[in-house]
């Protein structure tokens, strides 16, 4: 792991938009064409050992990373376009997926209230949402908070599941991905490895709420999301 999180960042291409039946042996073969490989990386999922559709090719050159990206990005795999762009350039913004479902809330709880409560285990990214009614605006009883740290996330999961939370004892747990299959839910190895790499190269969360809609002032309304998906 210490070798992913050392490489050159200017000499790295991201690789997006890959098809599930995409492998390591696959991105290799496809980015040498461009110029000598030092390394690729295709992140997985540690109990699915699914990839999470994108992957990093560090080169040995900077200029051969920017050839690649003139000559491979929008060439389709398995009939899929994928996205080429040099690692240094991508957005200083991510989703770690520090993301978390929190079910069975009492009706009294509110954007504010949940922001409060989970606030004291680390840095809440963005404004806490709360399902509600896109008529009358009424909870229905869950949402999502989304942290800057895995650690902060783990921190709120030990000390808040199944303790009240008003007048119910409400549930934490990660929350599902929005692009996972199989119930598979964020906090998984991959995601972690990523946000360390984030963390190194000082990119900063998302200021995204759990829902991935940006940021919005309390009170919040949300539309029809599925629960546990964030």
């Not at 376009?81 to 200083?92: A, D, F, G, Y």
């Not at 008003?166 to 946000?195: C, F, Q, W």
């Not at 900063?204 to 009170?219: F, H, I, K, R, V």
Request: glycine content about 8%.
């Amino acid at each position: 792991m210490s070798r992913d999180l050392e490489r050159n960042q200017e000499a790295t291409c991201y690789i997006g938009n890959l098809d599930e039946r995409v492998t390591d042996e696959i991105v290799w073969e496809l980015m040498l064409q461009a110029g000598p490989i030092a390394h690729v990386y295709l992140p997985k999922d540690r109990i699915s050992q699914m990839h999470q559709g994108y992957a990093f090719a560090e080169y040995q050159t900077k200029g051969d990373a920017e050839y690649s990206c003139r000559v491979l990005n929008g060439i389709k795999l398995y009939g899929k376009p994928i996205r080429v762009n040099l690692s240094s350039n991508e957005k200083q913004e991510v989703d770690i997926g520090a993301n978390l479902f929190v079910g069975n809330l009492d009706s009294g709880v509110d954007e504010r209230l949940l922001y409060d409560t989970f606030a004291t285990f680390g840095g809440v990214v963005g404004t806490p949402r709360i399902a509600r009614d896109p008529t009358t605006n009424v909870s229905k009883n869950y949402g999502f908070v989304s942290f800057d740290s895995f650690e902060a996330a783990d921190a709120a999961i030990e000390s808040l599941n199944n303790q009240f939370l008003l007048n119910r004892p409400i549930t934490v747990m990660y929350a599902l991905r929005k692009d996972g299959k199989n119930g598979e839910r964020h906090g998984s190895e991959a995601e972690r490895l990523v946000a360390a790499q984030a963390r190194k190269h000082h990119v900063l969360p998302t200021a995204q709420d759990a829902y991935g809609m940006p940021s919005a002032p309390w009170p919040a309304t949300s539309g029809n999301v599925l629960p546990g998906a964030g």
